[in-house]
Nanobody, 119 residues
Framework: VQLQASGGGLVQAGGSLRLSCAAS????????VGWYRQAPGEQRDLVAE???????NYAASVKGRFTISRDATKNMMYLQMNSLKPEDTAVYYC??????????????WGLGTQVTVSS
């Protein structure tokens, strides 16, 4: 599975961006898809995810501002980011994880897209 994230850029605080992640080679997992971010000198952290059954989960810092979604017909996932803050500045990565009947998990990462929020 290859994942390609896009949509990053430079935006002023309070603005919005929509990140997209296109999957190829296989369909996105129904087990888990997610967006993560990594700021310079920091670890990569979960931003938002959709788990099996469609349940969504958000980091506390983005709850109410960001929305994760997926489009199975296009084999894509999205992250709508509103009311952006300078602390949202990071490289954003999309991720999908599969689990087989034996419980073995396989994770795929896309190349990141830079989001920079100016104050």
């Amino acid at each position: 599975v290859q994942l390609q994230a896009s949509g990053g850029g430079l935006v002023q605080a309070g603005g919005s961006l929509r990140l997209s992640c296109a999957a190829s080679g296989s369909t996105l997992s129904t087990y888990h898809v997610g967006w993560y971010r990594q700021a310079p000198g920091e670890q990569r952290d979960l931003v938002a995810e959709i788990n099996s059954g469609g349940a969504t989960n958000y980091a506390a810092s983005v709850k109410g501002r960001f929305t994760i979604s997926r489009d199975a017909t296009k084999n894509m996932m999205y992250l709508q980011m509103n009311s952006l803050k300078p602390e949202d500045t990071a490289v954003y990565y999309c991720n999908t994880e599969y689990i087989n009947r034996y419980g073995r998990r396989t994770t795929y990462w896309g190349l990141g897209t830079q989001v920079t929020v100016s104050s």
